[in-house]
């Protein structure tokens, strides 16, 4: 099963994004998340939301290691800075998503503007434009999430034979059995 998880700035919409995917509907009050990140399967996937634990630094830092992908979010109104969530990710070598939440307070032209102007300036594996509001694009961020998370996966897996294989051949020829 993957894991998934949401970063980025305090109020950009972390938890109604993952409250619109989950329920396809955005929350009837506005949420102020003020507990441990959480999470819920869905897709064979686990979304880790980590629910207003922007203060608490190593809580999300030890839960980025330990993630398959990263979607780092922000508001598209506001474009706030995202650049400490992305050193977060390339310190640890997590590939991320950047979505661009609010895109429905915005206009198209906008929208295409900032995407372009994040992936100039970041090295994400996607930029996508999203809105918890109307659910615009939340299919698309999931399966962005997902196949990334999958990418990820097999990387590690392929990562971890080849440590594997290069240190039982080392011991072989030690052994000079090759």
């Known amino acids: 099963m993957s894991k998934i998880i949401l970063i980025g ?12 995917y ?9 949420t102020q998340p003020t507990y441990v990140a959480y999470c819920t399967i869905v897709k064979n996937a686990i979304l880790y939301d980590t629910a207003g634990q922007e203060r608490y630094a190593p809580i ?22 995202v650049g400490v969530y992305v050193s977060l990710c390339e310190s640890r070598g997590k590939s991320y ?31 996508v434009i999203v809105s918890a509001l109307t659910g615009d694009g939340m299919d698309v961020l999931m399966d962005a999430a997902l196949a990334l998370a999958e990418r990820e996966r097999q990387r590690v897996v392929v990562k971890s034979l080849d440590i594997a294989s290069n240190d039982g051949l080392k011991g072989l020829k030690e052994d000079g059995c090759c």
């Open 60 to 81: 999300c830092a030890a839960l980025v290691t330990t993630m398959d992908a990263v979607v780092i979010v922000t508001d598209a109104d506001r474009l706030l800075d």
């Open 22 to 30: 989950f329920f396809d509907k955005f929350p009837d009050q506005e």
């Open 97 to 127: 998503i950047i979505a661009l939440n609010k895109s429905d307070t915005l206009d198209v032209n906008e929208c295409i503007e900032y995407e372009r102007a994040l992936l100039n300036e970041f090295e994400a594996d996607a930029v």
């Open 9 to 20: 700035p305090p109020g950009v919409g972390k938890t109604c994004l993952s409250y619109r």
